[in-house]
């Protein structure tokens, strides 16, 4: 399974940005899919999902309201609507798979659930 980030890049506080994510090599609309952000010095956290269904997806408390995910199951991607960026939202961010979730429509947000990787991509976000 490959996945591939792209849509990073500098963009002022207040602005919008959006991430996507395309998944090759294996059953995309089976897996619940994820989207996590590491900034330089700090661990890879959470910052949304969304479930096999795509009924379900959940936030961090740090993006809610402010980042939205969606799944497009005909065209293999995820994606992650960015508005009110943050001079904290920097980071890199990653497209996490799970490719074994317990119900189509779980939404697990701990780490050790994913086991396939975007090469991130950098966001920046300037004040």
């Known amino acids: 399974v490959q996945l591939q980030a792209s849509g990073g890049g500098l963009v002022q506080a207040g602005g919008s940005l959006r991430l996507s994510c395309a998944v090759s090599?294996?059953?995309?609309?089976?897996?619940?899919m994820a989207w996590f952000r590491q900034a330089p010095g700090k661990e890879r956290d959470f910052v949304a999902v969304?479930?096999?269904?795509?009924?379900?997806?959940n936030y961090a408390d740090s993006v809610k309201g402010r980042f939205i995910i969606s799944r497009d199951n005909a065209k293999n991607t995820v994606s992650l609507q960015m508005s009110s960026l943050k001079p904290e939202d920097t980071a890199t961010y990653y497209c996490?798979?799970?490719?074994?979730?317990?119900?189509?429509?779980?939404?697990?947000?701990?780490?050790?659930?994913?086991?396939?990787w975007g090469q991130g991509t950098l966001v920046t976000v300037s004040s």
């Open positions: 969304i479930s096999v269904s795509g009924r379900f997806t």
């Open positions: 996490a798979a799970d490719r074994d979730p317990p119900h189509r429509d779980t939404v697990l947000t701990n780490i050790r659930w994913f086991e396939h």
């Open positions: 090599g294996g059953t995309f609309s089976g897996y619940a």
